[in-house]
């Protein structure tokens, strides 16, 4: 049996926790569709860990926020226990009809949680396993141990790529009756209508106005490999002396990064502006953007670049390939190969026509459209409450 949630004017009481609040996609997403849930039909409630550079969107979205100090990305056993404690509390104060998980830790301690609490629907969106081929085998078997432990409390799953569905599948986690594909939404209108002012933004960056220009736009972590970017600016260098390199993002690999590229000799090359918030403005002022993830979900920033039309050569991760043909409207290359990334960088940068013909192939966005995305977790959401038995709420149910 599940707690009984508390009234809610006929609106479904819909928590969404992740870990936390840093620039990338699943925290944006999250943020957007907390934001934009039909407050006629949802009451929605953001739970997070404290200390991210998102956390005053957070407080502007107009929705009841409620901060975890406890909850860390890094494993730490009594940080772990005392969050999982708190949030077991919180929903048991709250008394969600819907808890939404985002992220590993968060995935975990936060549908055990409310388990723990008896929360009737519980939804986790796989953004990217937080097992992946870089572990150690131990760590890598831990992480699927704790993801097979805590999917029988998971009411429904969501998945951003097929990759993602079939690794899940294949290792048990879940069945084609619990498990849906929504993308990770982007803004299309605002990639697709930017305004392209290579001029001003080489200005403001010191990048020569006519130097071919590479980029790309990531956390500065181990899963983007960052210093892979480094290795592959080297190269391209060699072959082509007068392009630039613009490394749009900031995070733990920084101090290597910049020690990488004092090494590679690329101090006036490659330009590290830190995190940018024109993202579609820098996508219109690249000549080509190289994507170097060691692993992902599906990295929004690929379906950004293809909006913005900005041609892509990409590391054949998981999601990628659901949105990129190799050779039709992207390149594709196995992760850690920078050899193979720099060798299509200096094809397409010494070949203007080659990166017309990638953008001739046409892109409709379908299915990547962020207010899509939201209505899709909506009735998601519904039709899990109902399944549930869930009583009442005939105003938020109407039309669903």
Known sequence: MFAKPRPAADRLRVAHLITRLELGGAQGNTLHTVGHLDRDRFEPLLVCGAGGMLDCEAGELGV??????QLVREVDPPRDLAALLQLTRLWRRARPHVVHTHSSKAGVLGRIAAHLAGVPVVVHTVHGFGFHPQQTPTARALFQTLERVVAPLTTHFIVVSTANREQGEAL????DDNVSLVRSGIELKRFREARRDREGMARELGIPPEAPLVGMVACLKPQKAPLDFV????????????????????GELRAQVEAARRAAGLETRLHLPGWRRDVERLLKGFDLMVHTARWEGLPRVLPEALAAGCPVVATAVDGAADLLRDGENGRLVAAGDVAGLAAAAV???ADPDARKR????????EGFDIDQMVREQERLYLRLWRAAGGAGGETCLAGA
Do not use: K, M, N
């Open 172 to 175: 048990g986690l879940f069945r």
């Open 64 to 69: 009841e926020v409620e901060f975890v100090p």
């Open 231 to 250: 290795e592959v600016a080297r190269r391209v260098a060699l072959r082509i002396p007068a392009a630039h390199f613009l490394l749009v993002g900031d």
């Open 347 to 349: 094809a397409l940068l």
């Open 358 to 365: 990638l953008l001739r192939t046409a892109w409709s966005g």
